[in-house]
């Protein structure tokens, strides 16, 4: 819990305040589903919590199409830790393989890094995380910003024709399809400016 503020419940009935590694962790988030508006937040998670750095040498996944497939290198994601988005984006990357190097955007320090000309004429004119940069085949650097645009590129870019489905992180029915946006921009849209910068 935030720096040991809250009993945590173990499943021998006992409580401790901080968890350890190879702890076995389960948590439940969401608001409840009303009649006329989905149930929002991220369910069910389970997991085991590692040592910091246990996976530093893992190799990353390749998948059938990878960057260097369409002569795309030299990945830099600019986020925020606090932003939704720029985690979202992470994730897509690591399930596709995409290597990149982190390049953090502080949102509140000297006024907003994103807010400075440079971000502004280079990255993002909308003063906004993420944005993705990387050199094409050509050489030359391209951004894509937004990020349900950046995971839909990759989608569409590393899934194999013989197996549409395997790589994509959207599901493959239609109403599943429409669903995954809806709620990342009802995620987005409902956060209050009091608990999070404007991503």
Known sequence: TWRGRDEIKLSDGGTR???????????????????????IGFGLCGGQILPAGALDQEPIPQVAASPA????????L???WRSSSS???????????VDFTNRP?????????????GYKESLNAMAQVPALSFTD???????????LAIIDS?????????????????????????AVPRHCRLQKSSTPESSLSRI
């Not at 305040?17 to 149930?39: A, L, Q, T």
């Not at 955007?105 to 000309?117: A, F, M, N, S, Y």
């Open 17 to 39: 305040k901080f968890i350890r590694d190879h702890d076995s962790i389960v948590m439940r988030g969401f608001c409840p589903e009303g009649s006329s508006s989905p149930r």
């Open 69 to 76: 497939a369409h002569g795309f290198r030299n990945f830099e």
């Open 78 to 80: 600019h986020g925020y």
């Open 87 to 97: 985690w979202r984006v992470r994730v897509a990357l690591a399930h596709h393989g």
């Open 105 to 117: 955007v502080h949102l509140v320090r000297d006024g907003g890094e994103q807010l400075k000309i």
């Open 137 to 147: 085949g050509e050489g030359k650097t391209q951004t894509m910003t937004q990020s």
């Open 154 to 178: 990759w989608t569409h870019a590393a899934a194999p024709a013989a197996v549409p489905h395997r790589w994509c992180l959207m599901p493959s029915v239609l109403e599943g399809f429409c």
